[in-house]
């Protein structure tokens, strides 16, 4: 049987299935919206209207008693939740955040919002959430707060971090996006820092579009979060708000109908972890006798709720190098429908380590200077060597893991890993 890659047939010649949790429930929340003519019920001023529309008070309502936070703040984005965070910890201009190298952008450029200088700590080999002990050795008199990532839907290692954190003084930013419902030691995620944040982005478990939250508890941090959303130096004096420290705000307001539909959303949550859980148990099963895959462990005490399946390649087992044996597994396969542009949502590598994009390379924040990059800050090769490894040589994510795949679908999946293995001649 030849390989596709090589002109033979395909394991599948179907589109997968489009992962869509929008439902009748969430077009009537839309619906209800509409009718009242209110699409957002914000004021950039002080008063009732400062705190939004009935929609987003009770998704932040509803939001903190899921998750067992005080307060939750409800915005346009995760990545607008993050800079709020960063503003609302009083970080400023020449302080160092340590931040990973291993996540979406935003995680690590929200520093530079308010001209502070990302530091980048490496990951944990197994479980590619910051390394503690890189952490600690990355902290200088400059350090005043981590932002860590809880990579894939698995919790960081909270408990040794937060010990850190309290040692030196620093603030912990939690980025929840891609971990919902995951669990440390029976506490969610997103509580385990001084600020959570979470993402409502149309790929995420549940999503309104576009749309983000940040829970605290702590009534201060709170407050600066809200102010900072909404248009603070406009507010704060008539507020009475007087620690005016990074209280330049912005708009970054959630509509009324996002809110209805992230509402809706919430109530799914459960269910869909679940049906991650049991596709990704199931793959893990089913691929764990391909010599060249290794299955990642889970940290003791957690649930993890995969945003992805992250895989690890080992090309001593094959002679093969990983982008060439996951092209030609691609090639087994179809993409997903709603995201057909996007090919087959197998990868490699995952993200480039961030200190490697052309901005930390150069340099170049604000201006032609590079503010707030200074002589001393450097962002060489192999600075992460952990991360450079996972990027080059060792992972591989799957993204076929949602609600709606069928016993067939993964199996599908399972056949493009095996049939390349299989085939390895072909490759070499």
């Not at 309290?166 to 996006?177: K, P, T």
């Not at 969610?188 to 939250?213: M, R, T």
């Not at 596709?279 to 893990?284: A, K, M, R």
């Given at each position: 049987?030849?390989?596709?890659?090589?002109?033979?047939?395909?394991?599948?010649?179907?589109?997968?299935?489009?992962?869509?949790?929008?439902?009748?429930?969430?077009?009537?929340?839309?619906?209800?919206?509409?009718?009242?003519?209110?699409?957002?019920?914000?004021?950039?001023?002080?008063?009732?209207?400062?705190?939004?529309?009935?929609?987003?008070?009770?998704?932040?309502?509803?939001?903190?008693?899921?998750?067992?936070?005080?307060?939750?703040?409800?915005?346009?984005?995760?990545?607008?939740?993050?800079?709020?965070?960063?503003?609302?910890?009083?970080?400023?201009?020449?302080?160092?955040?340590?931040?990973?190298?291993?996540?979406?952008?935003?995680?690590?450029?929200?520093?530079?919002?308010?001209?502070?200088?990302?530091?980048?700590?490496?990951?944990?080999?197994?479980y590619f959430c910051l390394d503690p002990e890189s952490i600690e050795a990355h902290i200088t008199p400059r350090t005043k707060a981590i932002i860590v990532v809880n990579i894939f839907g698995q919790p960081h290692a909270a408990d040794r971090i937060r010990e850190i954190a309290d040692r030196h003084g620093l603030f912990v930013i939690e980025d929840n996006a891609q971990?919902?419902?995951?669990?440390?030691?029976?506490?969610?995620?997103?509580?385990?820092?001084?600020?959570?944040?979470?993402?409502?982005?149309?790929?995420?478990?549940?999503?309104?579009?576009?749309?983000?939250?940040?829970?605290?508890?702590?009534?201060?941090?709170?407050?600066?979060?809200?102010?900072?959303?909404?248009?603070?130096?406009?507010?704060?004096?008539?507020?009475?708000?007087?620690?005016?420290?990074?209280?330049?705000?912005?708009?970054?307001?959630?509509?009324?109908?996002?809110?209805?539909?992230?509402?809706?959303?919430?109530?799914?949550?459960?269910?869909?972890?679940?049906?991650?859980?049991?596709?990704?148990?199931?793959?893990?099963?089913?691929?764990?006798?391909?010599?060249?895959?290794?299955?990642?462990?889970?940290?003791?005490?957690?649930?993890?709720?995969?945003?992805?399946?992250?895989?690890?390649?080992?090309?001593?087992?094959?002679?093969?190098?990983?982008?060439?044996?996951?092209?030609?597994?691609?090639?087994?396969?179809?993409?997903?429908?709603?995201?057909?542009?996007?090919?087959?949502?197998?990868?490699?590598?995952?993200?480039?380590?961030?200190?490697?994009?052309?901005?930390?390379?150069?340099?170049?924040?604000?201006?032609?200077?590079?503010?707030?990059?200074?002589?001393?800050?450097?962002?060489?090769?192999?600075?992460?060597?952990?991360?450079?490894?996972?990027?080059?040589?060792?992972?591989?994510?799957?993204?076929?893991?949602?609600?709606?795949?069928?016993?067939?679908?993964?199996?599908d999946i399972v056949d493009a890993f095996r049939k390349v293995y299989d085939h390895l001649d072909e490759l070499k």
């Amino acid at each position: 049987m030849k390989l596709a890659i090589n002109g033979g047939e395909k394991v599948r010649t179907e589109l997968f299935p489009s992962y869509n949790t929008i439902g009748a429930e969430e077009k009537k929340a839309v619906d209800s919206v509409l009718d009242t003519g209110i699409l957002s019920n914000y004021i950039g001023g002080w008063g009732e209207a400062f705190y939004g529309g009935i929609q987003v008070k009770s998704l932040e309502e509803e939001w903190a008693s899921y998750f067992g936070a005080k307060y939750a703040i409800a915005m346009n984005s995760a990545t607008s939740a993050l800079m709020c965070a960063v503003g609302a910890a009083g970080i400023e201009p020449g302080d160092e955040v340590i931040v990973s190298p291993y996540t979406m952008c935003a995680s690590a450029t929200a520093p530079l919002i308010y001209n502070a200088v990302p530091v980048f700590a490496d990951i944990e080999e197994e479980y590619f959430c910051l390394d503690p002990e890189s952490i600690e050795a990355h902290i200088t008199p400059r350090t005043k707060a981590i932002i860590v990532v809880n990579i894939f839907g698995q919790p960081h290692a909270a408990d040794r971090i937060r010990e850190i954190a309290d040692r030196h003084g620093l603030f912990v930013i939690e980025d929840n996006a891609q971990g919902p419902g995951a669990t440390y030691n029976g506490r969610y995620a997103g509580i385990l820092g001084d600020v959570g944040v979470f993402s409502l982005n149309y790929h995420k478990h549940i999503h309104c579009g576009e749309g983000g939250v940040a829970v605290t508890n702590d009534p201060e941090v709170a407050e600066r979060l809200q102010l900072i959303r909404n248009h603070a130096e406009a507010v704060v004096e008539a507020k009475g708000y007087t620690n005016l420290i990074n209280m330049i705000g912005f708009n970054m307001r959630m509509t009324e109908m996002e809110a209805a539909v992230a509402r809706v959303q919430l109530t799914r949550l459960r269910g869909l972890i679940d049906e991650r859980i049991e596709n990704v148990e199931y793959l893990n099963e089913k691929l764990a006798d391909i010599p060249c895959l290794k299955i990642p462990q889970k940290r003791d005490g957690v649930k993890h709720v995969y945003y992805m399946q992250p895989i690890l390649y080992d090309r001593g087992a094959t002679g093969v190098d990983r982008n060439r044996f996951i092209e030609a597994v691609c090639a087994e396969l179809m993409p997903s429908g709603l995201r057909e542009r996007e090919g087959v949502l197998i990868r490699c590598g995952y993200v480039k380590p961030l200190y490697q994009i052309p901005m930390y390379q150069n340099k170049i924040g604000y201006g032609s200077a590079g503010y707030p990059f200074s002589e001393d800050v450097d962002y060489p090769q192999g600075l992460c060597p952990v991360c450079e490894d996972m990027y080059v040589n060792r992972m591989v994510t799957n993204d076929l893991i949602h609600p709606g795949l069928s016993k067939q679908d993964l199996d599908d999946i399972v056949d493009a890993f095996r049939k390349v293995y299989d085939h390895l001649d072909e490759l070499k």
